[in-house]
Nanobody, 119 residues
Framework: QGQLVESGGGLVQAGDSLRLSCAASGRTFRSYALGWFRQAPGKEREFVASITWGDGSAYYADSVKGRFTVSRDADKNTVFLQMNSLKPEDTAVYYC????????????WGQGTQVTVSS
């Protein structure tokens, strides 16, 4: 019944930066963690980063470690994904999702926002 809305995507050049936002509402507010995923054309959806609502513990895929940073604003129920040094291979639709427990699957998803990086 909760809702997730991504924003901040766009078309940028290699080396540029973007900041994605994911606003949570409804029952999503009580989730354990929020994760960022991405899916490129012809490829399966892959994990990018995640953060827990409680203490802000963050995790990253090796492909983005050192370039992307996930953070949260608990008061506004919003999570951000700061993407620096973007590469063409980062081009994908980026989704945010939540799960209620650490051992649960991600069960609530947003509609996604397009990120395109040109070379």
């Amino acid at each position: 019944q909760g809702q997730l809305v991504e924003s901040g995507g766009g078309l940028v050049q290699a080396g540029d930066s973007l900041r994605l936002s994911c606003a949570a509402s409804g029952r999503t507010f009580r989730s354990y963690a929020l994760g960022w995923f991405r899916q490129a054309p012809g490829k399966e959806r892959e994990f990018v980063a995640s953060i827990t609502w409680g203490d802000g513990s963050a995790y990253y895929a090796d492909s983005v470690k050192g370039r992307f940073t996930v953070s949260r604003d608990a008061d506004k129920n919003t999570v951000f994904l700061q993407m620096n040094s973007l590469k063409p291979e980062d081009t994908a639709v980026y989704y945010c999702a939540t799960k209620v427990r650490s051992f649960s699957q991600y069960d609530s998803w947003g509609q996604g926002t397009q990120v395109t990086v040109s070379s």
